[in-house]
């Protein structure tokens, strides 16, 4: 069983920067590959990040903030981190923090067995 707390989210002008963190709770963190969602109102929940470590890390992430976000983790304090830099007004959302196999498919929401409670993110222009 693991535990997901987001925290970080907030109101930040558009070009701004903001660092969501995930904190875990249970064992064996680093045997879960973590990733990070959005869901804006309206729309579904889409994948945005995701790191994993399988011999060596890999990182992931949608065409959307690739070369604007920075996923990483720290497996001796059981975070995942999200850096968020040149932010739109479209990355507003409700970002939530995931974990799952290391083997499953990272993009797919439901291949995902543990979730936070989602922090808020506002772009304003």
């Known amino acids: 069983q693991v535990q997901l707390v987001e925290s970080g989210g907030g109101l930040v002008l558009a070009g701004g920067s903001l660092r969501l963190s995930c904190a875990a709770s249970?064992?064996?963190?680093?045997?879960?590959?973590m990733g990070w969602f959005r869901q804006a109102p309206g729309k579904e929940r889409e994948f945005i990040a995701a790191?994993?470590?399988?011999?060596?890390?890999?990182?992931y992430y949608a065409d959307s903030v690739k070369g604007r976000f920075t996923i990483s983790r720290d497996n001796a304090k059981n975070t995942v981190l999200l850096q968020m830099n040149s932010l739109k007004t479209e990355d507003t959302a409700v970002y939530y923090c995931?974990?799952?196999?290391?083997?499953?498919?990272?993009?797919?929401?439901?291949?995902?067995?543990?979730w936070g409670q989602g922090t808020q993110v506002t772009v304003s222009s």
């Open positions: 249970g064992r064996a963190f680093s045997s879960y590959a």
């Open positions: 790191i994993r470590d399988v011999g060596r890390r890999y990182s």
């Open positions: 995931a974990a799952g196999g290391l083997g499953i498919a990272l993009t797919t929401t439901a291949n995902y067995a543990y």
